[in-house]
């Protein structure tokens, strides 16, 4: 399984931004999909995950700025960011949790980071 992420590049503070990420190849299930950012000289943090039943969490700093969402028929999950910051500044990558036929073990799988530029 392959995961695509799209979307990133260079925005002023206040501009927004729209990431996707595409999952592809043999996929029996997938749980959550979700994406985390590592800003430099900072440690990867967990930004935003929406589970298939379509639960939801973000992570403090970007609640009511960014919005996750999935199409499970494209098996594609979107980051919706506005009202961006120079603190958003970060490499995003995507992140998939995959069910295993016959089992109920989930395994990961990462997409390339899409580089995310805000400028002040």
């Known amino acids: 399984v392959q995961l695509q992420a799209s979307g990133g590049g260079l925005v002023q503070a206040g501009g927004s931004l729209r990431l996707s990420c595409a999952a592809s190849?043999?996929?029996?299930?997938?749980?959550?999909m979700g994406w985390y950012r590592q800003a430099p000289g900072k440690e990867r943090e967990l930004v935003a995950a929406?589970?298939?039943?379509?639960?939801?969490k973000y992570t403090d700093s970007v609640k009511g700025r960014f919005t996750i969402s999935r199409d499970n028929a494209k098996n594609t999950t979107y980051l919706e960011m506005k009202s961006l910051k120079p603190e958003d500044t970060a490499v995003y990558s995507c992140?998939?949790?995959?069910?295993?036929?016959?089992?109920?073990?989930?395994?990961?799988?990462w997409g390339r980071g899409t580089l995310v530029t805000v400028s002040s």
């Open positions: 992140y998939a949790l995959l069910g295993t036929p016959g089992t109920g073990i989930l395994r990961e799988s």
């Open positions: 190849g043999i996929i029996f299930s997938i749980d959550t």
């Open positions: 929406i589970t298939s039943g379509g639960s939801i």
